[in-house]
């Protein structure tokens, strides 16, 4: 909840769900890359999300909140997209990801010279 705070979201829902067409997506995407970033953005994202660093700032789409978040076990950085839905219906409220993938330590660098990056645990920007 401190997270969603400092994000400015004014809710106490914080489960994440991902869709099976988002999960192909990040799969076919990052294998683009490398057949490891693949593997690393869906295998370590629940990690990355429990460990959230920055909030990137000045998206293209106010609604979706681009978060990094770090991986211990694979001491790597990734850069999840993660969009808050309203319930409807009988669906409960929840956060969905939109996309997710590896970030470098020069990126973040060069985001936190630009200005866009805002801590959410403490961590020097």
């Known amino acids: 909840v401190g997270v969603l705070s400092a994000i400015g979201v004014a809710t106490s829902h914080t489960t994440v769900m991902i869709s099976a067409e988002r999960h192909a997506h990040i799969l076919a995407r990052r294998h683009e890359a490398s057949a490891a970033d693949a593997e690393f953005a869906v295998t370590k994202l629940g990690e990355a999300i429990a460990t959230l660093?920055?909030?990137?700032?000045?998206?293209?789409?106010?609604?979706?909140?681009?978060?990094?978040?770090?991986?211990?076990?694979?001491?790597?950085?990734?850069?999840?997209?993660?969009?808050?839905?309203?319930?409807?219906?009988?669906?409960?409220?929840?956060?969905?990801?939109?996309?997710?993938?590896?970030?470098?330590?020069?990126?973040?660098?060069?985001?936190?010279?630009?200005?866009?990056?805002?801590?959410?645990?403490?961590?020097?920007?």
């Open 53 to 125: 660093r920055y909030l990137r700032t000045g998206g293209r789409n106010a609604k979706v909140f681009e978060l990094i978040g770090y991986s211990a076990t694979a001491e790597r950085f990734m850069l999840i997209a993660l969009k808050f839905v309203e319930g409807v219906d009988d669906a409960r409220p929840a956060w969905w990801v939109q996309t997710a993938h590896p970030v470098g330590q020069a990126t973040i660098d060069k985001y936190g010279r630009k200005g866009r990056l805002r801590s959410l645990d403490g961590s020097a920007v």
